[in-house]
């Protein structure tokens, strides 16, 4: 039995590109990236605490205080943040680990990391909206469903 991924809806690619580029322009020089997962609400996703003891931000905009926390010199850069479909954190820095797509479409032209391919692969999972990446030297990208569906050069 083969799943069926529907499409995000297109106001959920918008509020992700505008988040990842005030994210990057809010943390400047310092930025070291950073991987979003948007999930409905109750993921059963592949992933584990980097920091477990990390306290989600109350009543905060997210965009400023995940540009703070994108920097090598913040304990909680590493990993990805997880999102709920209405736009909270539900988990910071948490090891991502989805299995590999046997038939992902790989942009072989463009150099990436394993976050780009977590996002992409992790993107195709059961509860999982969207994962986006963004970084300085490679730049933002939306997936869902296992493909790339956006990418600009930040």
């Given at each position: 039995?083969?799943?069926?991924?529907?499409?995000?809806?297109?106001?959920?690619?918008?509020?992700m590109?505008?988040?990842?580029?005030r994210i990057?322009?809010?943390?400047?020089?310092?930025?070291?990236?950073?991987?979003?997962?948007?999930?409905?609400?109750e993921p059963?996703?592949p992933?584990?605490p980097?920091r477990?003891n990390?306290?989600?931000?109350?009543?905060?905009?997210?965009e400023?205080?995940?540009?703070?926390?994108?920097?090598?010199?913040?304990?909680?850069?590493?990993?990805?943040h997880?999102?709920?479909?209405?736009?909270k954190?539900?988990?910071?820095?948490?090891?991502?680990?989805?299995?590999?797509?046997a038939?992902?479409?790989?942009?072989?032209?463009?150099?990436?990391?394993?976050?780009?391919?977590?996002?992409?692969?992790?993107?195709?999972?059961?509860?999982?909206q969207?994962?986006?990446?963004?970084?300085?030297?490679?730049?933002?990208?939306?997936f869902?469903?296992?493909?790339?569906?956006?990418?600009?050069?930040l």
């Amino acid at each position: 039995m083969t799943m069926k991924v529907l499409p995000p809806r297109a106001d959920i690619i918008e509020r992700m590109k505008a988040t990842l580029s005030r994210i990057h322009t809010l943390a400047g020089t310092e930025f070291s990236g950073i991987g979003l997962v948007v999930h409905n609400s109750e993921p059963n996703l592949p992933v584990f605490p980097l920091r477990p003891n990390a306290e989600l931000p109350v009543d905060r905009e997210i965009e400023p205080f995940l540009a703070a926390i994108s920097s090598t010199t913040n304990d909680l850069h590493d990993g990805f943040h997880l999102l709920s479909i209405d736009w909270k954190l539900t988990a910071l820095s948490q090891y991502f680990s989805p299995p590999i797509l046997a038939n992902a479409e790989i942009n072989w032209k463009r150099k990436f990391g394993g976050r780009y391919l977590a996002a992409q692969f992790g993107s195709a999972l059961p509860g999982v909206q969207i994962c986006a990446i963004a970084t300085s030297s490679l730049g933002l990208a939306i997936f869902n469903g296992g493909r790339e569906i956006y990418f600009e050069r930040l």
